[in-house]
């Protein structure tokens, strides 16, 4: 897997990424950023052929990885019409889930974080992070401050920024 994974990474390969068993048309596509032996990061692509941030998930729960699909092909060319280009995102791939977090952390980013392979999702800014547990000033789907939640950083099974959801988020805060 990691050499497959390494392959798709250094040749930029847009990817189709199924992790719900549940619903084989629900699926992430993207270019792989990197990973270690727990996540994978990827840059998302939306249907359109537009940017749709940064993904980091849980290896564990993907199903399938797709490539050189029709759907791929065709969203290449979409994305080709949008000027689509990469961001140039480095993590470290020691500690990859904890650079991610500390990344939007850092640049005040909107995040979504994923329990227990999604059953669970959070939206908010990173307040705190330490090495068990990360603090979030929730946002509820309206863009309202909701609270706080306390969660433990080992069940974070996706955490994302940048996204098409959470940029609407942003937009109905301001």
Do not use: W
């Amino acid at each position: 897997m990691k050499q497959m994974l390494t392959n798709l990474k250094n040749n930029f390969v847009l990817c189709e990424i199924h992790s719900n068993l549940n619903d084989v048309d629900e699926f992430f596509v993207g270019y792989l950023i990197c990973f270690d032996d727990d996540m994978l990061v990827f840059e998302s692509v939306t249907s359109r052929g537009k940017y749709d941030g940064i993904y980091c998930i849980l290896i564990e729960s993907i199903v399938t990885i797709k490539y050189k699909t029709i759907y791929t092909t065709n969203l290449e060319k979409l994305m080709k019409h949008n000027d689509f280009a990469l961001k140039n995102i480095n993590f470290d791939e020691e500690a990859l889930l904890d650079s991610v977090l500390k990344f939007a952390y850092s640049k005040g980013l909107m995040c979504e974080i994923a329990l227990f392979d999604g059953d669970y999702s959070l939206k908010g800014y990173i307040n705190s992070i330490d090495n068990n547990f990360i603090t979030l000033n929730l946002i509820d789907s309206y863009g309202v401050p909701n609270g706080v939640a306390i969660a433990k950083i080992n069940d974070i099974s996706l955490a994302a920024f940048e996204t098409e959801e959470l940029v609407e988020l942003e937009i109905f805060k301001s």
